[in-house]
C-alpha cells in the first residue's frame, strides 16, 4: 500500500504566485488534514475534512484554501504565496475518532 | 492552539544509554500517541494508548498512558545509532482535535 501520498516533495514560488499542493491516500480513511511545520512551532493544523464533500478550518488557514470531492484526495491550495507561508507541509489521514494519523512524507515549500 | 509540552527539547546520548521523554498538558485526552520524525521524511506512529494508565511496549519502546490522561512518557531502552530523530508526542479528544508537542530531538553518539 502507498499510505499517504504528497507531491510535489520539494516546490519555489515567487510572492503572490498560486500552487496546489496534492495529497492522496488509499487506506479508505474518512478523515484527511494539512499540517505545517516550523522550525520551533511543531505541528499545526491548516484545514481538515471529516469525509467527503466536507471541510473545516485548522488553527491557522488564512492564505489555504481546501476541498474533499472524493475520499482518496485532499489537495491545498495557495492562493497567493507570500514568504510567511515558507514552510514543510504534511498531508495526514486516519478513520476518525480516536484513531492515529498516518502522514505523508510531506512537501518542502519556498516563498521569495 | 494550545500544544502539549514535550521535554527535553532535545538530548544527547551515547550508543546502549537509556531515554526518557515526557509530554504533559493542562487538558484531558483520550487517546496518547508517540511519533517518530527522520529527516525528510513524515512522522511515523510508534505506539498508540487507548486507556488511562495503559503500558504499552513496541520492542526497546515503552509509553504509558497517565493515570490523569494529562501526560504521557516515551522510554527508549539500549538506545542504537538508528533511533536519532525527533520524537513527538500527540493527544487526541474524541472530535479529532489532535495536540502536538514541539518534539524531543534525540542525538545518539556511536
Known amino acids: 500500500n502507498a499510505g499517504v501520498t504528497q507531491t510535489p516533495k520539494f516546490q519555489v514560488l515567487k510572492t503572490g504566485q498560486s500552487m496546489t499542493l496534492q495529497c492522496a491516500q488509499d487506506m479508505n480513511h474518512e478523515y484527511m488534514s494539512w499540517y505545517r511545520q516550523d522550525p520551533g512551532m511543531g505541528l499545526r493544523l491548516i484545514h481538515y475534512?471529516?469525509?467527503?464533500?466536507?471541510?473545516d478550518q485548522g488553527e491557522v488557514p488564512n492564505g489555504y484554501n481546501v476541498s474533499r470531492s472524493t475520499t482518496e484526495d485532499f489537495p491545498l491550495r495557495l492562493l497567493s504565496a507570500a514568504p510567511s507561508q515558507t514552510s514543510v507541509y504534511f498531508c495526514?489521514?486516519?478513520?476518525?475518532?480516536?484513531?492515529?494519523?498516518?502522514f505523508g512524507n510531506g512537501t518542502r515549500l519556498t516563498v521569495t | 492552539g494550545q500544544q502539549l509540552n514535550q521535554s527535553p527539547q532535545s538530548m544527547f546520548i551515547q550508543e546502549g544509554e537509556d531515554v526518557s521523554m515526557n509530554c504533559t498538558s493542562s487538558s484531558i485526552f483520550n487517546t496518547w500517541l508517540w511519533y517518530k520524525q527522520e529527516p525528510g521524511e513524515g512522522p511515523v506512529l510508534l505506539i498508540a494508548l487507548y486507556k488511562a494508565g495503559e503500558l504499552t511496549s513496541n520492542g526497546r519502546l515503552t509509553a504509558q498512558f497517565g493515570i490523569t490522561r494529562k501526560d504521557s512518557f516515551l522510554n527508549i531502552s539500549a538506545s542504537i545509532p538508528s533511533d536519532v530523530g525527533i520524537y513527538f508526542c500527540?493527544?487526541?479528544?474524541?472530535?479529532?482535535?489532535?495536540?502536538f508537542g514541539a518534539g524531543t530531538r534525540l542525538t545518539v553518539k556511536p
Open positions: 475534512s471529516v469525509g467527503a464533500g466536507i471541510t
Open positions: 495526514a489521514s486516519s478513520y476518525g475518532g480516536l484513531s492515529p494519523l498516518h
Open positions: 500527540a493527544g487526541l479528544k474524541d472530535n479529532n482535535d489532535m495536540r
